[in-house]
């Protein structure tokens, strides 16, 4: 399956700590995106990055790609309670469709 | 910000009726997308759609599903004889040249 599967299933910190979620995959990609869904809503886009890119910020969030290990990560640092959330990484292999993986489950507490 | 919305937020029908979900896209987006999330279950894709025809769909997209464009700004997607398993949140999800997927807020559907 090309679908990205993250790890670890649920994780659960403290506010102010790092959060670090990780996506594996198993064919080559055109790029990878990460979602953040809150439980019954829908999903918001955070970070998009591409084969060729290698890391990306985008506030307190950080992204790496090692396409050679079929991986990807994303960093949340200095978690609030508002980042309790679902995480999801989605591979777009054609350019078409994104296939999700399950997601972690974020738990910050106060 | 630009937002995909979507109508209805959450529509009940009885097994067998058709249903109709629509999705307004970002204003100069041209890829468009139906995903379905079964409860407690992963987003799974269904169909992707540019220039007016669809561009590739999954085995779940089978005949009963179809979409369109109607006028220009709306895209919708058809379920002529719904089944109890396709009570799901649908979400619709559009794109730009830039590859982002922004999704909507999705309609939750449940068939009776």
């Known amino acids: 399956s090309q679908q990205g599967e993250e790890d670890p299933q649920a994780l659960s910190i403290q506010e102010g700590e790092n959060a670090t979620m990780n996506c594996s995959y198993k064919?080559?990609?055109?790029?990878l995106q990460w979602y953040r869904q809150n439980s019954g809503r829908g999903l918001v886009h955070l970070i998009l990055?591409?084969?060729?890119?290698r890391e990306k910020h985008s506030g307190r969030l950080r992204v790496t790609l090692d396409t050679s290990k079929k991986s990807s990560s994303l960093l949340i640092t200095a978690s609030r309670a508002a980042d309790t959330a679902s995480y999801f990484c989605?591979?777009?292999?054609?350019?078409?469709?994104?296939?999700f993986g399950k997601g972690t489950s974020l738990l910050v507490t106060p | 910000e630009p937002e995909v919305t979507q109508t209805p937020s959450h529509q009940v029908t009885q097994m067998g009726q058709e249903v109709i979900l629509r999705c307004v896209p970002i204003?100069?987006?041209?890829?468009f997308y139906w995903y379905r999330q079964i409860l407690g279950q992963k987003v799974e894709f269904l169909v992707s759609?540019?220039?007016?025809?669809?561009?590739?769909k999954s085995e779940i997209f089978d005949d009963q599903f179809s979409v369109e464009r109607p006028d220009g700004s709306n895209f919708t997607l058809k379920i002529r004889s719904t089944k109890l398993e396709d009570s799901a949140m649908y979400f619709c999800a559009t794109a730009g040249a830039g590859n982002e997927q922004f999704f909507g807020p999705g309609t939750r559907l449940t068939v009776l």
């Open positions: 759609f540019y220039n007016n025809e669809i561009s590739e």
């Open positions: 064919t080559s990609i055109n790029n």
């Open positions: 204003s100069n987006h041209l890829y």
């Open positions: 990055i591409r084969s060729n890119e």
């Open positions: 989605a591979t777009d292999v054609a350019g078409y469709a994104l296939n």
